[in-house]
T-cell receptor, first 113, second 111 residues
Framework: NAGVTQTPKFQVLKTGQSMTLQCAQD?????MSWYRQDPGMGLRLIHY???????DQGEVPNGYNVSRSTTEDFPLRLLSAAPSQTSVYFC????????????FGEGSWLTVV | DAKTTQPTSMDCAEGRAANLPCNHS???????VYWYRQIHSQGPQYIIH???NNETNEMASLIITEDRKSSTLILPHATLRDTAVYYC????????????FGAGTILRVKS
């Protein structure tokens, strides 16, 4: 049981480049989400999904796209990377969206130069 | 829009109980309180969560006041490996029930 798996773990991008952060979970969770963490701060929600085919914006969605074609996968796309998107990105999943345990991946460290 | 307030840092002697307080005075009746910890920017590790009643698991206990405006996380026998940033989090009903993180408490367990 791998839990929540994120790839890549580290990435350096040039300004204007695009890339996709991958997230997969093997727990058959309906709810998945992406957060970013800037230095010394708590996590902020970028996008979330309550099931396959359903996605919605979080509190800081600008510059990011998501899709949910399967229950297992929830990729995050950076459309045109900017230095302000330098951050650590965490994917999370839970079986529901009320009181259940939320599991986080190990993070993807992204630097935009 | 942080919904929680925690002390910036705390120290605890190894083997003693660590009591981490949290204020969440604006919490709504159906919003859960979660506790996570993070070590060296690894993925947040789940500790415990609750709604109204006190909760206990193999890692910790969560004590929630009757008015739900504050809670305390108790690590019964702290070890050096418990040194981490501890986040008290409210799971709000907006944005698909997102987690609202505050700044967290740096817990230093000392021998």
């Amino acid at each position: 049981n791998a839990g929540v798996t994120q790839t890549p773990k580290f990435q350096v991008l040039k300004t204007g480049q695009s890339m996709t952060l991958q997230c997969a979970q093997d727990m058959n969770h309906e709810y998945m989400s992406w957060y970013r963490q800037d230095p010394g701060m708590g996590l902020r929600l970028i996008h979330y999904s309550v099931g396959a085919g359903i996605t919605d914006q979080g509190e800081v969605p600008n510059g990011y796209n998501v899709s949910r074609s399967t229950t297992e996968d929830f990729p995050l796309r950076l459309l045109s990377a900017a230095p302000s998107q330098t951050s650590v990105y965490f994917c999370a999943s839970s079986i529901g969206f009320s009181g259940g345990t939320i599991y986080f991946g190990e993070g993807s460290w992204l630097t935009v130069v | 829009d942080a919904k929680t307030t925690q002390p910036t840092s705390m120290d605890c002697a190894e083997g003693r109980a660590a009591n981490l307080p949290c204020n969440h005075s604006t919490i709504s009746g159906n919003e859960y309180v979660y506790w996570y910890r993070q070590i060296h920017s690894q993925g947040p590790q789940y500790i415990i969560h609750g709604l109204k009643n006190n909760e206990t698991n193999e890692m910790a206990s969560l004590i929630i006041t009757e008015d739900r405006k504050s809670s305390t996380l108790i690590l019964p026998h702290a070890t050096l490996r418990d040194t981490a940033v501890y986040y008290c989090i409210v799971r709000v009903t907006e944005y698909g029930n997102k987690l609202v993180f505050g700044a967290g408490t740096i817990l230093r367990v000392k021998s």
